[in-house]
């Protein structure tokens, strides 16, 4: 009571009720609702929308059973290609969270400590402004970029690196750069954030006291940024698990994204209930990912999400 005493107190009761209804109203009709009826869909029998909560829609296991054996139909033991596919596109986003955590830390740091004045905000500006391109535009960019005859080829067959075009796409490095680039910005705000509230005399007078660099940000600065290296590793890895354009753009002929097979079993074959699954395992695939960083970095829930 103390709390809501405090809240209504603060907010005044017109202000503070809006607030408070606008809340619930988000959490449960875009979250709680959403997810409770896609779980609730994954375990339905697939048959056609008019039969939908009839007898023949009842529960089963069927679409899990799915994703691990297969076709009834099948020899194989296991559905090694929708598997496969799942793991390749969790180890892809694990990949894609270490590259941006190492390409952003240096850059969050620099900004935090060492920027100073107009410099710092054009380094900010630079960041921010390729970002209000629309991120298919920037897929396709990507696809220019990394072509047979874009300016990556062209230039090292220009300096004699290559005697002909080099498979970029096909190899998916023009898919992982654009993972990487497309939420790059996810991972060096939250650090730059963390970062900026270290107090500087904390590493002057680990200098002076004849600390090398690498001890300064092993024993000072990464205690302290865990959190905001935390918030970005769980946000990078869950929107790049869950990336639907970059994939379909930028994929190679044999590469397959988890969240395509979800699209598909929602669009192409009709099969909601199926694709209502998949999506669940990826959710709660997040959440462990989500659990571990918290694991690892020994953080709460609560400084993730300052």
């Known amino acids: 009571m103390k709390y809501w005493s405090n809240y209504f107190r603060q907010n005044g009761i017109g202000l503070g009720l809006f607030l408070l209804i606008s809340v619930v109203l988000w959490v449960v009709v875009m979250i709680v609702l959403p997810q409770a009826y896609m779980l609730d869909f994954s375990f339905r029998a697939n048959v056609p929308p008019p039969q939908w909560g009839t007898e023949t829609h009842s529960y089963t296991l069927e679409h899990y059973r799915y994703l691990l054996y297969g076709s009834a139909r099948s020899s194989d033991s296991f559905n090694y290609i929708d598997l496969g596919v799942f793991a390749r596109t969790i180890g892809a986003a694990i990949l894609v969270t270490l590259v941006d955590l190492c390409l952003c830390y240096p850059v969050a740091y620099y900004l935090a400590h060492v920027a100073r004045g107009g410099w710092g905000r054009l380094m900010v500006m630079s960041l921010i402004i390729p970002f209000w391109v629309n991120e298919i535009l920037r897929a396709f960019a990507f696809k220019v970029l990394f072509g047979s005859s874009g300016v990556i080829n062209s ?66 600065v990464l205690p302290h940024a865990k959190p905001g290296i935390s918030s970005g ?13 970059a994939p379909q753009v930028l994929g190679g002929p044999s590469s397959l994204w988890f969240t395509q097979l979800i699209y598909k079993a929602f669009n192409n074959s009709a099969n909601w209930a199926r694709g209502s699954a998949y999506a669940l395992v990826l959710l709660v695939a997040c959440i462990i990912f989500v659990l571990l960083v918290m694991r690892i970095f020994k953080v709460r829930l609560g400084e993730i999400a300052r």
């Open 155 to 220: 230039s090292l067959m220009a300096i004699g690196l290559l005697d002909q075009p080099y498979d970029f796409i096909r190899e998916n490095v023009a898919l992982y750069s654009g993972l990487c680039y497309a939420y790059i910005l996810l991972m060096i705000f939250p650090i730059y954030n963390a970062v900026e509230s270290l107090d500087k005399n904390q590493i002057e007078a680990a200098r002076d006291m004849g600390s090398p660099w690498w001890r300064i940000h092993w024993r000072i």
């Open 233 to 245: 590793c769980t946000m990078v890895f869950m929107l790049t698990a869950g990336a639907l354009a």
